[in-house]
């Protein structure tokens, strides 16, 4: 379609991608406008977008008396750890089998493609006896510590962006007298600061949407992620403005940082066809 | 490349160790359970085929296969063709607020399931549900979208929240695909008087195929392995969701972690896998006959 287009057909157009849009964005306003209701209001029919009266109590009640403070700053602490590790890992990884030639290289690769394929389900079982094992189970650490062995796509992204470089880079910098790791840290590292922050958004989303994990491995309340409270809160049938409350903090997080990271994040997804 | 060969093994370390510990050793063991009884706290004890007979002839398994089934079959069509349309949509040159439109159909795409299922439960609410509500003023009864007495209801609603929540993702794989049509390979087919319909089938589809294989595949395994959607929608694993509209990763799920039973739920996720492959390896078999490679 170009500026010939007749009117009727861009019209058309807009009304199609406006009604589609409609039904995207209506559960948020829905989510958003329930949370601010009075009990009383909730169950009000024909349903108000705009509260009559405005009531934030639910918020307060949402962060305070069911903990959601605290659930919060778990989600943060761990999603912060685990961008850490994701990073570090996968780009050390990934510089390993873009920068040197040995035996094992592309048995490594193979192996890292198919790690994709395997699907959680069957590793799952396993996976919870090795940290049982370990006696570590209702503690962060199987949440935290698989993110600081490197993971395939986070791998897979790197490479290929260091793949990307020019070689001249490194071999400049052996002949000055660098040692891998430091060229590692003072070249590539900086260096690869798009497909850091790519990674960053895509480990931030996986690990602050994860629910099946806390699911598994906490059990007590206090260590709870934001999932696995408003999972609480829906199990304990509180009313709905509590639990749409609970919903949008737990939303609003993953939407400012997809906001703010907009380019990476669906660059991310168009090159590799994944999503973390 | 270079030569310094003992590096390369101290780089990828961390990964070895991943593979090893996380991977190997937990598919291997996981395929030794589904032939023990094992209970967490009794060693193993060998069985057999016993859990893979006991499973295949319990109508629960079928029943939540035929339910992952179903659940597929709804909402991979639904959400390819709608991601497709969109995309086409999105791509017209004379769209403006194009990344505007695009941010709006992919925030589902980030939304937390929990947060996108309790929202989604409370508009299918029976009574209060601003759906039934709205289907209301045009004279439709209310329906029991989440606890009909049909087991197909239930599982379309809960595949037209996946649509929902997943079809930005599919859009934007397809949006990019279609980036990659030259723009004046249109423009001199509508000169020669093609129709927009003719554009679409004639030059936009044949080059995005691949990449409508590609998210046709994903959201299939996507499917296949729905959880958090139901999880979200009924807020636990044994409360609400009834037996008819159970799936397989929620029978796996209940098995190991509420009733311990380790061993039939290792032998369900295996059965589960080779479903998957088996379906993946059909399409695989088909993707000659639409997709179009250069």
Not at chain 1, 176 to 185: E, Q, V
Not at chain 1, 198 to 207: D, E, H, P, R
Request: contains cysteine; hydrophobic residues 55%; aromatic residues 16%.
């Amino acid at each position: 379609m170009n500026k010939r287009t007749p009117l009727f057909l861009k019209l058309l157009l807009y009304v199609l991608l406006i009604a589609g849009a409609v039904v995207m964005v209506f559960p948020f306003v829905w989510m958003i406008s329930t949370s601010l209701k009075t009990v009383g209001a909730i169950a009000e029919m024909p349903p108000r977008i705009i509260p009559k009266p405005l009531d934030f109590s639910n918020y307060e009640t949402v962060w305070n008396k069911v903990n959601f403070a605290r659930y919060t700053l778990n989600s943060f602490i761990i999603v912060g750890l685990d961008m850490v590790g994701a990073l570090i890992s996968s780009s050390l990884v990934a510089f390993g089998l873009a920068m040197f030639d040995f035996k094992l290289r592309n048995v490594i690769f193979v192996v890292m493609l198919a790690t994709m394929m395997v699907p959680g389900q069957v590793t799952m079982i396993p996976t919870y006896l090795i940290w049982k094992q370990f006696r570590v189970l209702d503690t962060w650490y199987p949440l935290i510590v698989p993110s600081y062995l490197g993971g395939a796509f986070g791998i897979f992204l790197m490479h290929q962006y260091m793949k990307s470089l020019p070689k001249e880079l490194y071999e400049s910098a052996v002949i000055d007298g660098c040692s891998p790791p430091g060229i590692f840290f003072r070249i590539y590292l900086p260096l690869s600061k798009p497909a850091l922050s790519a990674l960053g958004v895509f480990t931030f989303m996986g690990v602050w949407n994860n629910t099946v994990g806390p699911l598994i491995y906490l059990q007590t309340r206090s260590k709870y992620t934001l999932p696995l409270g408003l999972l609480f809160l829906k199990s304990e049938n509180v009313n709905q403005a509590l639990m749409m409350a609970g919903a949008v903090i737990i939303t609003l997080p993953v939407v400012i940082v997809y906001l703010l990271a907009q380019k990476h994040f669906v660059q991310g997804i168009a090159s590799t066809g994944l999503k973390g | 490349m270079h030569n310094q060969r003992h590096w390369g093994y101290i780089f990828t370390l961390p990964f070895v160790i991943n593979v090893i510990v996380f991977l190997l050793f937990p598919i291997v063991f996981s395929a030794y359970i589904s032939f023990t009884q094992y209970d967490l706290f009794n060693p193993p004890k060998w069985i057999g085929l016993t859990n893979w007979i006991n499973v295949l002839k319990k109508q629960e398994f079928w029943l939540s296969m035929r339910n992952v089934s179903v659940f597929a079959l709804i909402f991979v069509p639904i959400q390819t063709a709608l991601a497709f349309l969109i995309a086409f949509l999105l791509n017209q040159a004379a769209l403006r607020a194009k990344s505007l439109f695009r941010l709006f159909y992919f925030l589902p795409v980030v939304t937390p399931w929990l947060a996108a299922g309790v929202v989604w439960s409370w508009m299918f609410n029976y009574q209060y549900g601003v759906i039934n509500w709205f289907l209301g003023l045009f004279g439709i009864n209310p329906v029991n979208w989440l606890y009909h007495k049909s087991w197909v209801v239930v599982i379309t609603s809960i595949a037209l929240v996946n649509v929902w929540k997943g079809m930005g993702q599919s859009m934007v794989i397809l949006l990019a695909g279609m980036q990659n049509v030259p723009q004046e390979v249109l423009e001199s087919a509508q000169i020669d008087g093609a129709s927009g319909w003719k554009q679409l089938t004639h030059i936009v589809f044949p080059i995005v195929t691949p990449m409508v294989y590609m998210v046709m595949i994903l959201s299939t395994i996507s499917a296949f392995q729905a959880f958090d959607v139901f999880l979200g929608l009924f807020g636990g694993i044994t409360t609400g969701i009834s037996e008819q509209v159970m799936v397989p990763n929620l029978t796996i799920y209940r098995d190991s972690f509420l009733l311990f039973k380790m061993g039939p739920a290792s032998a369900t996720a295996w059965l589960l896998f080779f479903v998957i492959l088996a379906i993946t390896l059909f399409q695989r078999y088909f993707e000659k006959r639409w997709v179009h490679y250069e």
